[in-house]
């Protein structure tokens, strides 16, 4: 789209606001709103903000910065009541007009100039799986002397009793039993469709959607395949819009990893391929269909894996759906089907534009344009320096004899692991320039402090085992 069709596309649908956003280094969405009488000079010029008031952003002493939206993700928000013209923006330097450096938006376009750079390839496709829980009730707190959290839902076991969610007609899903349940089992197929409609309302494809296999509301909806930029966009709306669509049915949404003690959490796995001159790269006749180019790009991938963990799984609690026995992906090795291996090569078809491999172990809880980009590095490393996987596993894991598997490599149990890992191995994200060196350094002392923080508080789990030691 140009700034004429954007022009176009407002007056045809009446609107008379503008809604800017953009993403925050943690992938937090923000916004600010101008009428519409104010779209065509933005577009021209961009709009002001105050860059030191978002997180990862500049300091107080240089904190003026522009916002320049970007006419092809203009969209009519399906959630205002007013008629709002919604895009997400670049974030520039006001001075040079440069892209500021430090934007998830400007990683993600370097990570692709580069892709162009290595001749490689020219395309990158990604296509996340995002799963998430719809709770009808959350309360949390945490200060000196308190710690709590609640979460609530009509369909989960733990709710047995009378609540003000649920008149309890019983037809409850079980602990890890949640995995396609027919309705009134599931009772959330409603808010999902209406989750999917708005989605395809705004030219969000969705290929598929279902109940997941924890309790409690654990959802996936799956959008189809697209350019790596695109579908890091498209992985914010998508979140928007399913909190919206919650909100609007008078329930709550959450992308945290683990919400629930006892089943599954929620992950992002990932599928990817490269394509050149419209041709795909990852089929061949190696494993599973692959190419070697393909098996050289997940070799890239694990061997970087547990810094890349910092950035695509960037919380503490990621660590706690890491954990083996529920389906988590802490196993660095790779498989046709084996679904606790990091990665699975999808066999559902033997058509070489479907060929990819899906990388298991990150979750939601990611900034999508800065996750997406480091796992684009850290596999045309291994493309560039044919980085073997080793052989694939595709006996069940859990009935491993334990010496064979100990020798396999193994997420980072904390978050703490995995800074540890991103300090020492970073020169794939920052030796072409896509990612700076202090982008990084300040990137892991936030989180170190994350860290530093929880590592301090007493939890109610802790209460519960040990108040009378």
Known sequence: MTNKDVLALAKKHGCTMLDLTFVDVPGTLHHTSKPIHELESVLEEGAGFDGSSIRGFQQINESDMLLFPDPNTAMVDPFMEEPTLSMLCDVADPMSKKLYERSPRTIVKKALEYLKKTGFADKAYFGPEAEFFIFDHVSYDSNAGHASYRVDSEEATWNTGLSDCDKNLGYKIRHKEGYFPACPHDKQQDIRAAMVKTMESVGIEIETFHHEVATGGQAEIDMRFDDMAKMADKVMR??????????????????????????????????????????????????????????????????????????????????????????????????????????????????????????????????????????????????????????????????????????????????????????????????HGVFTQDFLDDFIKVKRDEVSDERKRPTPGEFYKYYDV
């Open 238 to 431: 998508y979140k928007y819009i399913v909190r919206n669509v919650a909100h609007r049915y008078g329930k709550t949404a959450t992308f945290m990893p683990k919400p629930i003690f006892g089943d599954n959490g929620s992950g992002m796995h990932t599928h990817q391929s490269l394509w050149k001159g419209g041709k795909p790269l990852f089929a061949g006749s190696e494993y599973a269909g692959l190419s070697k180019m393909a098996l050289w790009y997940m070799g890239g991938i694990l061997k970087h894996a547990k810094a890349l963990l910092a950035i695509t799984n960037p919380t503490t609690n990621s660590y706690k759906r890491l954990v083996p026995g529920f389906e988590a992906p802490v196993n660095f090795i790779y498989s046709a089907r084996n679904r606790s291996a990091a990665f699975r090569i999808p066999m559902y078809s033997n058509n070489p534009k479907a060929k990819r491999v899906e990388f298991r172990s990150p979750d939601a809880a990611c900034n999508p344009y800065v996750a997406f980009s480091a796992m684009l590095l850290a596999g045309l490393d291994g493309i560039k320096h044919k980085i073997d996987p080793g052989e694939p596993t595709d006996q069940n894991l859990y009935e491993l004899d334990p010496k064979k598997l100990a020798k396999i490599p193994h997420a980072p149990e904390t978050l703490a692991d995995a800074l540890d890992a991103l300090e020492k191995d970073h020169g794939f994200l920052t030796e």
